[in-house]
């Protein structure tokens, strides 16, 4: 069995060590001529600090990057590859993502996922994963923790923390409005007005989004034209800010959303047996699917929040206070087909039998409250404080007879109900004027309620199971223990060990089965070190690190297989380790570029686990399972983990009159992933390169007009697949073409 290969991670670590070579030499050329780089302050230890100070791996974006890469109304997948070691994938559609850091995430698809990666929303931590589908607007900063963020981030973190800051309210009046037209008649027109109402003492602020898209996929079995792909969205936030004296301070953060849309377009047999490649005369402006006609998604959520902040003199005491609700409905063609072999015609390809079906989910409400004190001593810093989080959610799962126009033939029902509490504290102590240690405890206590029954029996499954039950109970401490060393005032070295958990899941997915599953709680203990530093009079900006976890009990999901099932397992072990980059420089005036780079090597370590491979056909390269019809994993990868994901940024810009002409441009790059537990041939994907250009003129009045394009090189690349009936995949967005106009006043 593979293991930990030193030699080859210090060969990885050597190429990213080449990409700083490669920023550097620029810069120590015109030592003279650059611009220095701004200072980066995050808030991932949930203080503002300085990035370089931080004893972990964090990615900051932010700024003109971050408005560049949701150009052409993208959703928060954007971020897929952007990031060293993230990546983001749905095969639902613009909402329910499923998020991976350094190969560590969920491929489930049913609407109570358990996912290792948290979305915390102006410091409010979205567990549904269709509230992790909220669309970013009047966005400040985002930032990216890699690693067990489980002391101070609470809710599931054992691969890391992705952030969301929206801009808050001042006591200085301003805002902006933009707006930008695009291919396939997409418009994505967002804005925010804010500043004082009572003169020192109450701020406002409110931002808005509006994005569309028409449809722009062709039916080739229905013969129409545009029939689906589009959708309608809009979203708004409003925040008061209550400052009457310099001691106590009130946010109150209000937001709404609503999306009518196109769920995951499904692609039946798009690829060749044998091979990852696409079919001969694969059209991503075409499908070929009978229920198009009566697929549709609809996504409601709303919420608020209360951060309160009093200042005792020195502690600081804050409490958040959070209600979050969405309601969802998503209804496809999930053969991704038409007809099938026994009701001739059908196609594309061999059809075994249809299925379309649908998820609703029509209740959903969540409560999460936090309060923690937090200062400094001294050379001491603290932060203690309590976490409680109740969810309560309600999921339908529903088959249709598609032959039958689209009758109900099978619904199931699910109710759960989780309820978390946790205590936590995190101290960091400066030994010397160099040298900082630091660490932190959690303790939590996890519970779920869940009941599952099937009201109407697929005519395929077993007999109808009644009601079942599962009542998990969990508690776990996880902590980390970290140190930083400054070798200069420019450079630090820093070293983490973290131990991460996630409570136990539950899958009651009943269409298709008679029995839940349920997962056990699963431990990560993470290993990391590196440097951050900046070069050449704050020129440039660097930080790399090299890092090795090991997971017991891991959370997987084998989903698909020819019965279609969505069932939780535990892995015995699993192991990853890699390197992560980030770079930074201004080597010549008006030049500024940015580089990412990570590679993660994943393995599943577990001689007795196997699972059902694929039921269209695909080629399986696993060896055979103990049990007929099924295959080992041990040794794989983990699902949607690619080894390599390198991206690139450069802008230039040239003054003109009071403004200057600027050019941008972005490229993201990941190597092959697999979609599913087991290996096959065919579903796989070798490689994704996107890249994106900006040419516009920004005025210094504030206002900014330019010409964009997204995937500018028209890439097409599988982004996932379903493997229960036949080559069915789903892939990345075609090329958009656009312009923009934006003001700031």
Known sequence: ????????????????????????????????????????????????????????????????????????????????????????????GRTFPRPYIRGLGNTDFDLNASQPVSFVYDEVVLESPVLKGFPLFDIDQVEALRGPQGTLFGRNTPAGVLKFDSAKPRQTFGGYGQVSYATFGTINAEGAVGGPIVEGVLAGRFSALYQHRDDWVDNGFTGKKNTTGGYDEHAFRGQLLFTPNEAFSALFNAHYMHLDGTPQIFRANVITKGTNDFVPGFDRETIFQDAESRSGQTVEASGASLKLTYDLGGPVITSITAYEHVTAF????????????????????????????????????????????????????????????????????????????????????????TTSWALFGNLDYKLTDQWSVGGGLRYSDDSKEFMAAQLITPPFAPVPPGVLRASPESDEISFNLNTTYAVTPDVNLYARIAKGYRAPSIQGRLLFGSSISVADKETVMSYEAGFKADLFDRRARVDANLFFYKIDDMQLTAVGGGANFNQLINAAKAEGYGFEFNGEAAPIEHLMLTAGLSYNHTEIQDPNLFTQPCGGGCTVLDPAGPIAGTVRIDGNSLPNAPRWIA????????????????????????????????????????????????????????????????????DESLEGGIDFNNLTGFVNDPRTLGVEVKAKF
Request: aromatic share 12%; no cysteine; glycine share 10%.
């Open 1 to 92: 069995m593979p293991r930990l290969n030193r030699t080859r991670l210090m060969k990885h670590a050597a190429r990213a060590a080449l990409l700083v070579a490669v920023l550097a030499p620029g810069a120590a050329f015109a030592q003279d001529a650059g611009t220095e780089l701004e200072e980066v302050i995050i808030t991932a230890q949930k203080r503002a600090e300085s990035l370089n100070d931080a004893p972990l791996s964090v990615t900051a974006v932010s700024g003109e990057k971050l408005a560049v890469i949701r150009s052409s109304g993208g959703d928060i997948r954007v971020f897929s590859a952007r990031i060293p070691s993230v990546t983001l994938e749905s095969s639902f």
């Open 330 to 417: 998503s209804r496809g063609d999930i053969d991704g087909g038409f007809g099938a072999v026994f009701a001739p015609p059908s196609g594309p390809g061999f059809i075994p039998f249809t299925a379309e079906s649908a998820d609703g989910m029509p209740y959903h409400a969540q409560w999460s409250q936090e309060l923690r004190v937090a200062g400094d001593a001294g050379a001491l810093k603290y932060t203690l404080g309590a976490f409680y989080f109740f969810e309560d959610v309600k999921i339908d799962s529903i088959n249709y007879d598609t032959l039958g126009g689209g009758v109900r033939n099978g619904f199931a029902i699910q109710h759960q109900k």
């Open 647 to 714: 991206n690139f940024t450069a802008r230039y810009a040239i003054p003109y009159g009071d403004g200057e002409f600027f050019a941008f441009t972005d490229w993201a790059y990941r190597s092959k992933i697999n979609f599913f537990l087991y290996q096959s041939a065919e579903f796989t994907d070798d490689r994704l390169l996107e890249g994106g250009l900006r040419l516009g003129y920004a005025a210094a009045a504030g206002w900014e007009a330019a010409v964009f394009a997204r995937n500018i090189t028209d």
